[in-house]
C-alpha cells in the first residue's frame, strides 16, 4: 500500500480537498452573498490540483461530472475534464498482495505469464498482462485497496461540493445526479457484476461486424479481481490523425451501433464513452473495454426518448409532454416545456437532419452550442429550476461523451438514417422479450 492510500495518507488527501472545497465554499458566497467577485478560473485550477495527484473514486466522478451539463460550473468542468485516468499505478508488491489474496499462494502456477508492471492504471484499478497456461493473452483488473471506503467518503465529498454548487445556482437540483452517480460507482466496484455486464454485452453484440467484446475468464476472477481475454488496439485519437475521411466515417458507424443497439434493441446502455474505454484494432475492429458503468432501463424508457424525436420532428406538444413525463421530470408548466424542448432540438438535431453531416456544424468555435447551453441555464434558472431524472443522468452522459468521440473523429454521415435503422419498428414488448433472452442465453441474472 502506498502512503497515499495508508489511513495518514487518505486524512491527508482529504485535507487537501476539504481544503480547496472549503475555499469554493466562502468564495461563492462572498460572491452571492457580499458581492465579492470570484477568481472561479484561479480556484478551478486549485481544486483540479487537489483532485489530480490522487487516485480512487474521488477523481472518477470529476470526470463523470465534467460530462454532464449544467453539474459544475464552465470553469470547473474545463479544468476537472483534464485530469488523467492513467494516473502513476501501484508497484508489484501490492499486485502480488491482490492476486495472492484473490486466487490462493500459488496463483502465479495458474498463469503461463504475469508482467509485473501495469499495462495500464485508472482510478480505481489497474490492468496487468498475462498469459494462460494454454498461451491465451489476457487482461488482469485489479482493484486497488479500500476502494469500498474510499468510494463512500468520496461521495461525501462530492455530496458537499454539489450541495455548495446548488446553494450558488440552483438552476439543477444535483440530489438525484448524486444518488445516481452513487449507485453506479458503487457497482463498479464488484468485478462478478462487471463480468456479467461483459457477458451480456458480447450477447447483444455478437452479429455487429468490426466490434469486438473481451471474454471474461471465470476461474481466474474474483469481486475484485477481473481476468478477461486481451484486445490488441490503439487509442481512437491517433487513428483520427492519420485515417481517411472514409475510415474515420466507417468507425464512427461502428460506434454510434455498439452504443445504441443495446439501448434501442434491450434498454441497456454503456454509460462511460471515455476515450480509453475502447481502442482501434488493425484492421479498424472497435474494442469495447471496462464495462462498470452499465445502466439498464425499462422499456417506457426507452420509448420516451424516440418519442421525444417524433414530438419535435412533427411539432407535437403533447407526445413531448408525455416523452418527459415517462422519463420521470413530473408535472412541467408550459414554459418548462418550452425551454426544454430547445435544448432537445439541440441534442438530437443531428438525428432530425436526414442528410450526411458533422455530429455539430460549425464545431470548431463551438459558439452555437454554447450559446443554446447558456440561454438554456438562464431561462430554466428564471423558471425556477428543474430536477433531472436520476434515469436521464447516464444517458446524456453517453450521448454527450460519445457526440464528443464523433467530434474528435470529423466523422460526416447521415446520423438520420442511422437513427432510423434502429428505431422503426421499435415495440416495448419486443424489446422486453428481447432483453430477456439475451440475459438468459448470457448467464446473466435477470436483477444485472
Request: overall charge neutral; proline content about 5%.
Amino acid at each position: 500500500m502506498t502512503d497515499e492510500d495508508s489511513f495518514s495518507g487518505r486524512v491527508r488527501r482529504y485535507a487537501r480537498v476539504g481544503s480547496a472545497m472549503g475555499g469554493l465554499a466562502a468564495r461563492l458566497a462572498g460572491e452571492r452573498y457580499l458581492g465579492v467577485p470570484i477568481d472561479r478560473d484561479r480556484h478551478a485550477a486549485d481544486l483540479k490540483a487537489a483532485l489530480g495527484g490522487i487516485k480512487g473514486p474521488l477523481m472518477k466522478v470529476a470526470q463523470l461530472l465534467a460530462t454532464i451539463p449544467d453539474a459544475l460550473p464552465e470553469e470547473y468542468v474545463r479544468e476537472l475534464v483534464q485530469l488523467q485516468a492513467n494516473a502513476p499505478a501501484m508497484g508489484w508488491p501490492f499486485a502480488r498482495r491482490r492476486m495472492m489474496g484473490e486466487l490462493g499462494p500459488d496463483w502465479q502456477s495458474r498463469f503461463g505469464s504475469f508482467e509485473h508492471t501495469a499495462a495500464r492504471a485508472a482510478s480505481l484499478g489497474q490492468v496487468h498482462r498475462a498469459t494462460a497456461l494454454d498461451g491465451t493473452r489476457l487482461a488482469c483488473k485489479l482493484q486497488y485497496p479500500e476502494m469500498g471506503s474510499a468510494v463512500e467518503a468520496d461521495l461525501r465529498q462530492l455530496k458537499l461540493a454539489m450541495n455548495i454548487y446548488e446553494r450558488y445556482d440552483r438552476t439543477v437540483s444535483t440530489a438525484d445526479i448524486h444518488a445516481e452517480i452513487a449507485d453506479r460507482l458503487r457497482e463498479e466496484l464488484d468485478y462478478g457484476r462487471e463480468a456479467a455486464h461483459i457477458r451480456l454485452y458480447r450477447e447483444i453484440l455478437k452479429n455487429e461486424a468490426g466490434v469486438a467484446v473481451p471474454r471474461p475468464i471465470p476461474e481466474l476472477s474474483t469481486r475484485r479481481l477481473l481476468t478477461m481475454t486481451w484486445l490488441d488496439g490503439g487509442p481512437i485519437l491517433e487513428f483520427a490523425q492519420t485515417a481517411s475521411l472514409d475510415e474515420r466515417n466507417e468507425i464512427a458507424l461502428r460506434m454510434f451501433r455498439v452504443w445504441y443497439v443495446p439501448f434501442y434493441y434491450y434498454g441497456v446502455i454503456h454509460g462511460d464513452p471515455h476515450l480509453g474505454n475502447y481502442t482501434i484494432a488493425p484492421d479498424r475492429t472497435v474494442n469495447l473495454l471496462d464495462f462498470g458503468c452499465v445502466r439498464v432501463f425499462p422499456p417506457s424508457f426507452v420509448k420516451g426518448v424516440i418519442d421525444l424525436y417524433h414530438a419535435l420532428e412533427r411539432q407535437d406538444r403533447e407526445l413531448a409532454v408525455e416523452a418527459y413525463r415517462s422519463w420521470g421530470f413530473g408535472e412541467l408548466s408550459h414554459e418548462m416545456i418550452e425551454v426544454l424542448n430547445r435544448w432537445a432540438t439541440f441534442v438530437y438535431g443531428p438525428l432530425l437532419d436526414d442528410r450526411a453531416r458533422m455530429i455539430q456544424e460549425k464545431a470548431n468555435t463551438g459558439a452555437d452550442g454554447r450559446a443554446i447551453v447558456d440561454s438554456v441555464h438562464r431561462d430554466l434558472r428564471r423558471l425556477g429550476g428543474v430536477t433531472p431524472p436520476r434515469a436521464f443522468v447516464f444517458m446524456d452522459r453517453a450521448a454527450v461523451g460519445l457526440g464528443s468521440v464523433f467530434l474528435h473523429l470529423k466523422a460526416k454521415v447521415n446520423w438520420h438514417r442511422l437513427f432510423h435503422e434502429l428505431i422503426d419498428d421499435f415495440d416495448e414488448a419486443r424489446l422486453a422479450a428481447r432483453r430477456k433472452t439475451a440475459l438468459a442465453d448470457a448467464g446473466v441474472p435477470p436483477s444485472v
